[in-house]
């Protein structure tokens, strides 16, 4: 049987450098993704390559 499923998600303010968002709007833009996917993506991409500490 096919199932919708909506991932959970919540709403977090976050600040950051203008530059920065500035980049990351350009690249989301560039890659027709939203900015908040785009940001996810990064995070994500960012914790899996940590260190894994002993």
Known sequence: ???IKKPESSNKTI???NELI???EKLAAG???SFNQLVIQCCE???ND???EE
């Open 15 to 17: 600040r950051m450098p």
């Open 31 to 33: 890659k027709d993704i």
């Open 45 to 47: 991409y960012a914790l």
């Open 50 to 52: 940590l260190p894994k």
């Open 1 to 3: 049987m096919f199932i």
């Open 22 to 24: 500035e980049k990351l």
